[in-house]
């Protein structure tokens, strides 16, 4: 079944994007935990960190090179964090890999 990131991709349902190109897409996280809350995905579905294999490298690097991008697009001049939840301890709720980005507060360290 697609996930719900899928069906974004497929905009099959709507979301604030930020960002796309032909590997990614960026959009605004529906239930934001910081005043800037963006999601980073790939358009070709890998679950999670853990199944990822070495040829994926080129397209998570692309990524990272994207949320760069998506920071200065957004003025987040005074630092961001990313994170990347993974499985049911880490608290990964959607099974498509996705870059939380987030800023525009103090965020605390470590996670709770
Ligand atoms: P995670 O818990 O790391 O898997 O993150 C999944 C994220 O997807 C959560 O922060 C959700 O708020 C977000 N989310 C779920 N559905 C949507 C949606 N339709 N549009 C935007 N963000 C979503």
Partial sequence: M??????????????????????????????PQAPTHVLVIPKREIKSIDALSPSDGPLIGHLFVVVRQIAQQLGLSDGYRTVINCGRDGGQSVDHIHIHLLAGRSLSWPPG
């Avoid at 996930?3 to 529906?30: G, M, N, S, W």
């Fill in 2 to 31: 697609a996930t719900i990131f899928q069906k974004i991709i497929d905009k099959q349902i709507p979301a604030d994007i930020v960002y796309e190109d032909d590997q990614c897409l960026a959009f605004r996280d529906i239930n």
